[in-house]
């Protein structure tokens, strides 16, 4: 589990334990379930690939694509951002920050915004490209930027959320004390009306006014237990969920819940452990396991509907896609799986690369847009 190597590492230094080591060793030999064969009930054709630009390291997360309208914008870790034609490919604009991205990348107000490992926020111009304005954050940027309203949000390593005007001026900055462990990626705050959602270290989710960054709320998600400093460990790596009146949020080693939107109150809380963003149809909320085993639950009550806990085991697959009646899943081998909604049975498979794909997926009507570790962009045409 590639943004694990991080966690690990620290883990044994500041733990001592024995116990670590296993848990380490048995995710590291546990082999990918092997890939099943069936009739394919959908179509997959590739329709154009392109290489962004350099690979993502071993401690790098894979950077997300974002389309508007008529283009795909991309980021690539070694600095290179492209704008291209959604249906063709082609490219409409290319230019290099000449800095290395790690948090692809925000799309609005006519504008595309990175983060970098050294705590920069670089603003482009959707239009062409041409660099705006840049400034610093306290520290390395991982989540990816969000563009609303009159606001640009970047999430910082450190905890800190700061807002910035179009233009460059810093409006607010909210400060966090961080966990001694927590995981290295970090969730993209989301904007609801005049409300900042977001997802903290510590396990809780918090709401700030977007215009001002004071904090209105904060509810636990999930309260830390075990004895270890690593069994403690209680991190929200996900993005906020909000759907259909509902805002649901998860955390490694902690829980799955669902928070009326209007008023805060708990709807239904579900022990969970997850790293990855979760996913929501009209009636269905899919979560990815930290074994990469797949769970949907019932998006009102939080029943359990179905669970594939053997098909995908351990193959590292990718947050969840929702796209008509088909959940959508890259895997640590360059395959995206295409799974029936209705019971998480296969109806689909493609390789697109022999690199992993971890979060860089998206759809636009019926085009599957697909980034990769090693750079490159894909589009993939579904249908029966």
């Known amino acids: 589990m590639i943004r694990m190597i991080g966690l690990i590492a620290l883990a044994i230094l500041l733990s001592g334990c024995g116990a670590l080591l296993d848990r380490i060793t048995a995710q590291d030999t546990n082999p990918p379930a092997p890939l099943v064969t069936f009739d394919a009930a959908k179509t997959v054709a590739p329709l154009w690939r392109v290489r962004i630009g350099g690979k993502s390291g071993a401690s790098q997360p894979e950077l997300i694509p974002v389309v508007v309208q008529d283009s795909v914008y991309a980021a690539a870790a070694d600095g290179q951002v492209r704008a291209l034609d959604r249906m063709t490919g082609a490219s409409d604009w290319s230019v290099d920050v000449q800095t290395p991205v790690t948090s692809g990348v925000g799309v609005g107000a006519g504008r595309v915004v990175l983060g970098t490992s050294e705590g920069e926020v670089i603003v482009l111009s959707a239009q062409d490209g041409t660099e705006q304005w840049r400034a610093f954050v306290s520290s390395e940027v991982r989540a990816r930027p969000v563009v609303a309203q009159d606001r640009i949000v970047i999430v910082a390593?450190?905890?800190?959320?700061?807002?910035?005007?179009?233009?460059?001026?810093?409006?607010w900055r909210f400060t966090a004390h961080m966990p001694v462990l927590g995981l290295q990626g970090m969730s993209a705050p989301v904007v609801q009306g005049s409300q900042l959602l977001h997802s903290t270290t510590h396990g809780q989710l918090s709401a700030h006014d977007l215009a001002t960054g004071s904090l209105?709320?904060?509810?636990?998600?999930?309260?830390?237990?075990?004895?270890?400093?690593?069994?403690?460990?209680?991190?929200?790596?996900?993005?906020?969920?909000?759907?259909?009146?509902?805002?649901?949020?998860?955390?490694?080693?902690?829980?799955?819940?669902?928070?009326?939107?209007?008023?805060?109150?708990?709807?239904?809380?579900?022990?969970?452990?997850?790293?990855?963003?979760?996913?929501?149809?009209?009636?269905?909320?899919?979560?990815?396991?930290?074994?990469?085993?797949?769970?949907?639950?019932?998006?009102?009550?939080?029943?359990?509907?179905?669970?594939?806990?053997?098909?995908?085991?351990?193959?590292?697959?990718?947050?969840?896609v929702v796209m008509d009646d088909v959940l959508i899943l890259g895997d640590l081998d360059g395959y995206v799986?295409?799974?029936?909604?209705?019971?998480?049975?296969?109806?689909?498979?493609?390789?697109?690369?022999?690199?992993?794909?971890?979060?860089?997926?998206?759809?636009?009507?019926?085009?599957?847009?697909?980034?990769?570790?090693?750079?490159?962009?894909?589009a993939l045409r579904i249908s029966d």
Not at 157 to 171: M, P
Not at 243 to 262: K, R
């Open 157 to 171: 390593a450190d905890g800190s959320v700061s807002g910035f005007d179009l233009d460059g001026t810093l409006q």
């Open 337 to 378: 799986h295409l799974l029936s909604v209705a019971d998480g049975q296969p109806v689909a498979r493609q390789r697109v690369g022999r690199a992993a794909i971890s979060t860089g997926l998206v759809h636009m009507d019926d085009i599957l847009y697909v980034q990769d570790a090693a750079g490159y962009l894909s």
């Open 216 to 320: 209105l709320w904060h509810i636990t998600i999930a309260a830390p237990g075990g004895r270890s400093v690593v069994q403690r460990l209680i991190d929200s790596d996900t993005d906020p969920l909000v759907h259909q009146g509902l805002i649901y949020a998860a955390t490694y080693q902690g829980g799955l819940i669902a928070l009326d939107y209007v008023t805060g109150a708990l709807r239904w809380q579900q022990p969970f452990s997850t790293y990855r963003n979760l996913a929501a149809d009209s009636n269905t909320l899919y979560a990815v396991g930290e074994d990469s085993s797949l769970w949907a639950f019932v998006a009102e009550t939080g029943a359990l509907r179905w669970q594939q806990t053997e098909l995908l085991q351990h193959r590292d697959i990718s947050d969840p």
